[in-house]
Nanobody, 119 residues
Framework: QMQLVESGGGLVQAGGSLRLSCAASGRILSSYRMGWFRQAPGKEREFVAAIRWSGSNTSYGDSVKGRFTISRDNAKTTVYLQMNSLKPEDTAVYYC????????????WGQGTQVTVSS
């Protein structure tokens, strides 16, 4: 099985930046597709970004495209989400997930990390 642990959330002013980390351990295959989802109170879960452990192709949800960047460090088995130009509507609990199939989440989830953007 795979274990995922997120960190890096917090409170930030609108226009600011945060970087989230997702440390993965256990069964990790290079073909696995890892991603980030978020859920705000009263809202449905939303796809944010995805990346594979191998290759350089990335995917983003329309609401974050151009502002967020997903990346990875294979040596540390860690996936990152760099969030720039944050808006109050980005406020949510952010979850790391894998292995994804296209935009469908996989079995394993992190515990979630809260991101709050104040205006």
């Amino acid at each position: 099985q795979m274990q995922l642990v997120e960190s890096g959330g917090g409170l930030v002013q609108a226009g600011g930046s945060l970087r989230l980390s997702c440390a993965a351990s256990g069964r990790i295959l290079s073909s696995y597709r890892m991603g980030w989802f978020r859920q705000a109170p009263g809202k449905e879960r939303e796809f944010v970004a995805a990346i594979r452990w191998s290759g350089s192709n990335t995917s983003y949800g329309d609401s974050v495209k151009g502002r967020f960047t997903i990346s990875r460090d294979n040596a540390k088995t860690t996936v990152y989400l760099q969030m720039n130009s944050l808006k109050p509507e980005d406020t949510a609990v952010y979850y790391c997930n894998g292995p994804m199939v296209m935009f469908t989440p996989g079995t394993y989830w992190g515990q979630g990390t809260q991101v709050t953007v104040s205006s």
